[in-house]
């Protein structure tokens, strides 16, 4: 039972700008933390280097106009918006992050592990067919899912956990039923989508579920999102693998975001997430970095509590440094789970045509 | 003069090099003591101690407790509160009630002290080392900072062989010291160290053997690609070496990953000692019969066959059938195994190199080599040495402070990226010189793993952080005859 860590040096080179939120630093400290930890080390886990991802693998979702923007835009230096520049040398280390990806799934698929974790930069689940944005390039999940598809998975659950709606991946599979996309994320937030009555469209419509949830939310929330929602259309759908966009800025202490999560709460909510993979899915599950802008107080602790939630480590240990239970305290929201309690409510109604478990 | 001891088994190995060179061969029933006054005191003087070591390890070291302060992320047996973090801050306080609570009344007879990140700041360790004072001996309380590296397991492992051997190595330094007080210890990577150093991270000369007679062999030899065969009493050692120098891994110990770099070795269990008891086994009782021994060995068989080695009329009891079938199955057995490796020549190192490697060559079809004073090549290598030195180096702008195996050095504002590694070379340098390197070794230090970031905090750069590697490649001195 070996949980695949795809990381190379290459994670660490794209830079917008030095002082930008998604910058190498976000991944200096987990990389300690994990070395410190001798989890590269642990015969339960395998270190796999990343490779560039084809131009088919990218074209099963993006237009070839954006890729060439791209391409071109890594020459000359460009702008997608205000916080996405396309500095030198980008389709390389977009490439590469999204490459990781198709590499974990090649790997869960052929048992050559159980499961992955993608420790990639830059992250991907806000990129649509034909645009970037907020940090993102190419939907590396997106990629991910398609090459599971075509290396014969037919339905794949997408459980995106960044604080942020994944727009992009929404985008890109709202009409598709073979591929059930969960996301929960802050609302109103950034990029300002995620709301419960977004549910796809066409033939695909049902298979999109949005789960918004005001700041200060806490593990509590997230455990009942799980329980009510997640675990149940799960069941349900049948997946034969789940991709976990698995941002991590829903952390107490991210800078960028307002919601309320510790180290333990995504340990658990992984170790939630593989009793659920190996109960529906033989446990294929592939985890890929997203968010998450904690560097130091966030980041190493809630990767490393990912991957030993994903390796079946012993995780009744992993949490925060004491230094920052004040801070906890001061983020959690006491109110956020009665709303979401509300909003679970009428996103059941809402899907209910769709999935006999909420009727 | 260049002197080195390598103490074996059962014997201990002198070589005396000058413009030429003489080897001693003191059994080890006679004393250190003996060894070193054969060994003289003239020039420099580099000791190998692996055999004794090696006994320790994977014997018994004694019971060695194991305190850890892991703060958060995983964690591992004899647990205290305390935490600090991967830049070195102290993020919880160390609990020194919890602390004595599990020293008082513990009778271990050394204690290991590990806390995540000490090679950032060592501070809690030395906390938890104070209060261990006040029960246990120095030399019985080994912490992990001095080993430098991250993996918190393997300075687990580490700082416990350390705190097990730590006395030997220290009575051992103390001994030698009195009659050759700036004399070296010869490390796992084939390279030197002064005794400070070794004290402070005794693992430095765990698994010394294979590099030293590798380094010998290659200096006897003049060889830069073969690989020697060191057949010793008990084993044969096969140790590749490439442009000139052994080849440098990990070392798992009973199956634990450590932070020692040793030679990489195969280890065969078959040697001069081996017993023939029907057919060759790996079963070493003593000495071989021509020795003194009881049982009959392959050097018996050798004997047998035709050899002239030590009394040849003890050896003869065993049965010349019997004597060919085991010197065919070492044969066979070894020859294969070099064969697999495909090294195109073969160098011969240990007492019966002159004996068994032309018949091993033409077994394992390969072209052979067989030096002079090939017997004591072990002790050649660690003679012709260099101080050999590896720093795991972190410098802190905001902290204004570069680690180096988790002692601080001041580091100067606003230097810049080549200069820091100028400023961390000479103080590798200046602790190369402290132990006696000739100028001529300390032309060229290595730097790897070089990695470098900065630390932003509110749109603005507030610290730059840049990690590697430094230090001073093993291998033969520029001063060697
Ligand atoms: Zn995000």
Redesign the pocket.
């Known amino acids: 039972m070996t949980t695949g860590i795809i990381f190379g040096p290459e994670y660490l080179r794209h830079e917008q700008s030095p002082t930008h939120p998604e910058r190498n630093e976000r991944l200096a400290y987990t990389m300690d933390q994990l070395m410190e930890e001798g989890l590269f080390d642990h015969p339960d886990i395998m270190l796999i280097p990343p490779r560039k991802a084809t131009r088919t693998e990218v074209l099963a979702v993006h237009d070839p106009g954006y890729l060439s923007f791209l391409e071109e835009s890594s020459v000359t230096g460009g702008m997608i918006d205000y916080d996405t520049a396309i500095p030198h040398g980008l389709i390389g280390d977009a490439l590469l992050a999204a490459g990781g990806a198709v590499i974990a799934a090649d790997a869960v698929i052929d048992q050559t592990i159980h499961n992955a974790f993608v420790l990639c930069r830059p ?1 991907g ?1 806000h990129a649509g067919r034909s645009h970037g944005g ?1 940090f993102c390039y190419l939907n590396n999940a997106a990629i991910a899912v398609r090459h599971l598809q075509r290396r014969g998975m037919k339905r794949i659950l997408i459980l995106d956990w ?3 709606h994944g727009n992009g991946t929404q985008e890109i599979f709202f009409t598709d039923p073979s591929v059930l996309f969960c996301s929960v994320h802050q609302f109103p937030f950034y990029p300002g989508s995620g709301q419960i009555d977004e549910i796809g469209s066409g033939e695909g419509i049902g298979y999109t579920v949005n789960m918004p949830v005001p700041g200060g939310s806490s593990d509590q929330v997230y455990q009942y999102l799980l329980t009510e929602i997640v675990i149940p259309l799960a069941e349900e759908f049948q997946p034969d693998c789940i991709v976990v966009s698995a ?1 991590q ?1 829903n952390h107490f202490s991210d800078p ?2 307002g919601l309320a999560l510790t180290a333990r709460g995504y340990a658990t909510m992984m170790q939630e997430v593989c009793i659920l993979a190996d109960s529906i899915c033989l446990g294929r599950l592939v985890g890929i970095l ?3 802008y904690s560097v130091e107080g966030g980041l190493p602790y809630t990767n490393l509590g990912i991957i030993a939630a994903m390796a079946g480590l012993d995780i009744s240990a992993i949490r925060e440094p004491d230094s920052l239970l004040d801070l906890l305290h001061r983020s959690v929201s006491e109110s956020a789970i009665s709303q979401v309690i509300t909003i679970t409510g009428e996103l059941k109604e809402i899907l209910s045509p769709y999935w006999t478990c909420f009727r | 003069m260049f002197t080195g001891i390598d103490i074996g088994g059962t014997n201990t190995d002198i070589a005396l090099i000058d413009s030429d060179i003489r080897t001693i061969k003191v059994s080890n029933s006679k004393g250190l003591a003996q060894a070193l006054l054969k060994a003289g005191d003239g020039g420099r003087l580099a000791v190998s101690t692996s055999q004794p070591l090696n006994a320790m390890v994977t014997g018994s070291t004694g019971r060695v407790r194991t305190i850890t302060i892991p703060g958060p992320g995983l964690v591992h047996g004899g647990a205290v509160k305390g935490a600090v973090g991967p830049r070195g801050d102290v993020l919880e306080p160390v609990d020194t009630r919890q602390v004595e609570g599990l020293l008082r009344g513990c009778r271990a007879d050394a204690v290991a002290i590990v806390g995540k990140f000490s090679v950032r700041n060592p501070v809690q360790e030395e906390i938890v080392r104070d209060i261990a004072r006040q029960f246990f001996d120095d030399e019985q309380i080994a912490i992990s900072a001095p080993l430098g590296g991250l993996n918190f397991p393997a300075r687990i492992a580490t700082t416990r062989i350390n705190a097990g051997i730590k006395a030997t190595v220290v009575s051992l330094s103390d001994q030698i010291r009195k009659t050759h007080p700036d004399f070296l210890f010869v490390t796992s990577d084939g390279g030197l160290c002064g005794f400070d150093r070794a004290i402070d991270n005794p693992s430095l000369l765990y698994h010394s053997s294979p590099a030293t007679v590798a380094l010998g062999a290659g200096y006897l030899s003049k060889k830069q690609d073969c690989l020697v065969v060191d057949i010793g009493g008990t084993t044969t050692d096969l140790v590749p070496i490439r442009d000139g120098k052994p080849v440098l891994q990990t070392l798992f110990v009973q199956g634990r990953r450590t932070l020692i770099q040793a030679v990489t070795a195969d280890t065969i269990p078959l040697g001069g000692d081996s017993c023939i008891r029907d057919v060759l086994t790996q079963v070493r009782s003593g000495n071989a019969r021509a020795f003194g021994g009881g049982e009959p060995t392959l050097t018996d068989a050798l004997n047998v066959l035709g050899a002239d080695i030590g009394d040849v009329s003890r050896s003869c009891c065993l049965d010349p059938a019997k004597a060919f079938e085991a010197y065919q199955y070492y044969l066979e057995t070894l020859g294969a195994i070099i064969h697999r490796k495909d090294p195109g020549l073969i160098v011969g190192a240990g007492f019966l190199a002159p004996y068994l490697i032309p018949d091993l060559a033409d077994e394992a079809r390969v072209r052979y080599y067989v030096p002079e004073h090939a017997a004591s090549a072990n002790a050649v290598g660690a003679a012709v040495s260099r101080i050999s030195i590896r720093i795991h180096a972190r410098a802190d702008s905001g902290r204004g402070i570069l680690t180096l195996n988790g002692v601080d050095y001041p580091l100067p504002a606003g230097i810049s990226d080549d200069d820091l590694l100028m400023y961390a070379g000479e103080i590798v340098r200046t602790q190369a010189r402290k132990e006696g390197a000739p100028a001529q070794d300390l032309k060229e230090l290595l730097t790897s793993q070089y990695s470098v970031y900065n630390v932003v905090r509110g749109g603005r750069t507030q610290a730059r952080i840049t990690d590697f590697v430094i230090g001073i490649a093993p291998g033969i001195t520029a001063e060697a005859p």
């Open positions: 992250p689940h907020g960044d604080a942020h941002g800025d960028l975001t997203e968010g998450g």
